[in-house]
């Protein structure tokens, strides 16, 4: 908490008191101001550790459930937790906070012939901790067949930029706490995300205790809108420069190289499909590969679909590529299954569309469903991005996200809107045009990705990693032929 917030609550707690001091008695003086403090009850902290990891868990894939227990309650579809009955104390020398919860949550899936369960993560004993501008969440950490760790320090937090509001009773709140994964979290979840890994958002709340918590007093504070950094403007559009006059106009009329309504010539498209899902599908819990073929390389941590082909209209700015290569995800000793394939780009202005043909395999059945050309995710192109430049035209990082029919493509593991990986396009249109160097791609084969993240450790797979997950129960809308290898 920032330091003028608890100083409210403090104010507030002496006020609701009836001015009574809040420090120990007199007798205890000598003890030092270390001991001197105010007492907490009735607290709340709402944090959901993982959104996608908890749609992995109850997902297809998954198979499992979240039993919220002793306290703690979880919100309807899959929502996030509410730790309650927050007890604590509210350091006046130093300004610290720590407050005790209520409650555990435990995490069941991939249950096995035995019925006992692959994951199988429990969160007790939670605590949060801030001092100034940055806190932790600690949790007693129980996974399957091991012991219990007392107090790992999962998640650090930052409170730089939230501001306190008022409560119900008098209640201090501080909405959206940004939360990362900590070193000993990403430790004790098996690595499955690593260091500074983003989790979900905490909103802590606190009372004074001793006293109803002098809400008629502390009702007006949130009124006054502590300073609060002024909003960031939005990033400008890029500025394109007009070339200047030139006094050979013949020469200018040459620019661009394309015709109005010409073909591509040659390009690639650069995309990772979602790295948390990458690093689930090669880590310890799937334990599996992805394989690219069909000309398909890897480009840094993603993949290069290459020989782009198409049309081009640079009086419209419109632009419809297809790309060679395929990409095949597998694990889970071949219950998991994802093969995108025939890659395609249609955009228009500053919007596109990414098409693929999904291939996967069903977890039920264990058959192959194919869809073709399946929209998979929804693009959004910087201004004039599609204007061509020495023959060239560039779509560097186009923010994506899934369509709705790419989230029951992959079985509901993310929700419409959900962000993917950027996408990287890049075509020439004309045939003399050189097209940049690869990153770095590599020749067809098995792509051995780094395991870095997903949420926790059997936190398996990680949510976040989850992402795209729905890696083996992926559910194809139109079944086009029988199991495949």
Same mark, same amino acid.
């Given at each position: ?105 435990? =995490? ?65 709140? =501080? ?16 690595? =499955? ?96 590969k992805a394989e690219v073929s069909g000309g398909a390389g890897q480009s840094g941590d993603g993949y290069r679909f290459p020989k782009g082909r198409g049309s081009y209209d640079a009086g419209t700015a419109a632009l419809d590529a297809a790309f060679d290569g395929a990409v095949r995800f597998t694990g889970h000793e071949g219950q ?150």
């Open positions: 908490m920032t330091v003028t917030a608890l100083r409210r609550l403090a104010y507030a707690a002496v006020v609701s008191l009836g001015a009574m001091t809040l420090t120990v008695p007199a007798a205890h003086a000598g003890e030092g101001a270390a001991r001197k403090g105010m007492p907490l009850k009735d607290g709340t902290l709402e944090w959901g550790v993982k959104e996608s990891f908890r749609q992995y868990v109850t997902g297809p894939i998954g198979g499992g459930r979240i039993e919220a227990a002793d306290g703690a309650r979880q919100a309807d579809g899959d929502g996030p937790f509410t730790f309650t009955g927050g007890t604590g104390s509210y350091d006046m020398a130093t300004h610290a906070v720590a407050t005790t919860f209520k409650g555990s949550v435990r =995490f069941l899936g991939h249950q096995k012939e035995d019925k006992s369960w692959e994951l199988d993560i429990k969160l007790a004993d939670v605590k949060v901790k801030t001092q100034g501008t940055s806190g932790s969440i600690t949790a007693d950490v129980t996974t399957a067949g091991g012991a219990t760790q007392a107090d790992v320090a999962i998640a650090s937090l930052d409170l730089s930029a939230v501001r306190p509001g008022g409560g119900a009773g008098g209640a201090m709140t =501080f909405a959206k706490i940004p939360a990362k994964l900590t070193g000993d979290g990403a430790k004790a979840f098996k690595g =499955f995300y690593k260091e500074g890994q983003e989790l979900d958002a905490a909103t802590l709340s606190v009372k004074a205790g001793g006293g109803d918590g002098g809400g008629q007093r502390e009702k007006p504070q949130p009124q006054q809108k502590p300073e609060s950094p002024a909003p960031k403007s939005p990033a400008p559009a890029p500025v394109v420069e007009k070339p200047k006059a030139s006094a050979e106009p013949a020469k200018e009329r040459k620019e661009p190289a394309a015709p109005a309504l010409g073909t591509i010539a040659d390009g690639n498209l650069d995309w990772g499909v979602k790295k948390s899902f990458r690093d689930y599908v090669t880590g310890p819990v799937a334990g599996g998991l299954d994802l093969k995108l394939s025939d890659l395609k780009v249609k955009a228009n202005g500053t919007s596109g569309t990414l098409y693929a043909d999904v291939s996967a395999k069903e977890r039920s059945s264990g058959k192959v469903v194919d869809t073709d050309v399946m929209p998979l995710a929804k693009l959004k192109l910087p201004a004039d991005a599609l204007k061509a430049k020495d023959g060239v035209v560039s779509v560097p990082a186009a923010p994506a996200t899934l369509t709705a029919q790419g989230a029951k493509a992959f079985g509901g593991m993310y929700k419409e809107g959900q962000d993917l990986d950027p996408v990287n396009v890049t075509v020439s249109v004309d045939k003399n045009a050189t097209l940049p160097a690869a990153t770095s791609a590599a020749a067809s084969g098995t792509a051995e990705l780094a395991q870095t993240g997903a949420s926790t450790g059997p936190l398996l797979a990680a949510a976040g990693a989850l992402a795209l997950a729905g890696g083996a129960a992926v559910y194809a809308t139109r079944r086009r032929g029988g199991a495949r290898g």
